[in-house]
């Protein structure tokens, strides 16, 4: 029987080549010998979001749809939070519990997740969780570039044959362009939204640069109140505007993949929880195909829910942030205090609230794409990301 091509990269050293040169986005496939696949693969070297999406969901994204023209492809959207929160987790658990349970149930035999090291718990781990233990050592995101794909070859080589993934939208694609050659029965892919990643050093950076006490932050998460929400050891919370950022210092700190990314929604998924679309305090859910149903059905119990709102209007805001972008500008921290309780009040909210991050991020990657990698925006950039950018005025 001859061999699957792709071990053609077995004796290849891990991280020996990034083809994607300096938008790589670490996500791990290429320390793997799928990296036989990575030009296909990467969605860095050929995006392909629209082939992938018809094929994991079994149909296209809708784009005369509003809805699905910003959140892809999806059967439901809800707000929901743990009746009884996860211990440790970020928010209420709701990710932990889900893979717990495929574990409890059998529907697994392995859960891709991303502990930390020892020595830095910002420092991500790859593993793959076959115990509920394993996966809870996990909660807590790792804001940093993570090479979750780089467990493949022991997915392949420990013989598992049913598989959750847990990751972000770079992973999500490579994972789905390579799914067929792993060898799997079944695979679920839970993904989060993800958005502005960095290096360690890059993480370090910003947490020295934005928080009164950098070494004690446990988390963070940039929330719907148009604030950084700082979690620190002492269980304290810090929160720091949006406005108030340095962003001059931090222009340059985030990943150029990051910078390139138009799949902020993770739409390759089959169940996405973020907080984007949802209320303070709650999770916003997506059920992307019968796959994510099934996993959601999981923990239903588990969950109270509320429909998603959506208020206010993002433009103006959306418009005007990005000559300011732009431009580095940083307001004094009493006005950036000031403008975001003004905000928080009359400003989108909800889906609104999403559709404002979409908005922001995608008009400043597309100039990014457009200035740094001007050969590659006519490929790169989604159709429907296009059509987000054409609502705005974008300076040269």
Known sequence: MTAPTHQKARAMKPGSRRPAKELCSECG?????????????CAFLNQQMADLEATAHHRPRDLDNPDELYFGVHQQMFAARKTEPIAGAQWTGIVSAIACEMLTQNLVEGVVCVQNTKEDRFQP???IARTPEEVLAARVNKPTLSPNLSVLEQVEQSGLKRLLVIGVGCQIQALRAVEKELGLEKLYVLGTPCVDNVSRAGLQKFLDTTSRSPDTVVYYEFMQDFRVHFKHEDGSTETVPFFGLNTKELKDVFAPSCMS??????GLADLVVGYMGAPFGWQWIVVRNDTGQEMLDLIQGQLETQPVGSGGDRRAAVQQSIPAYDKGVTLPMWAA?????VIERIGPKGLEYARFSIDSHFTRNYLYVKRNHPEKLADHVPEFARRIVEQYQLPD
């Not at 290429?30 to 296909?40: A, Q, R, S």
């Not at 205090?337 to 309780?341: A, D, F, P, Q, S």
Request: glycine content about 4%.
């Open 29 to 41: 496939l290429c320390d793997t010998y799928y990296i036989h696949y990575v030009k296909e693969a």
């Open 125 to 127: 781990m790859p593993v």
């Open 261 to 266: 990314c138009f799949d902020y929604v993770n």
């Open 337 to 341: 205090k000031l403008m975001g309780v």
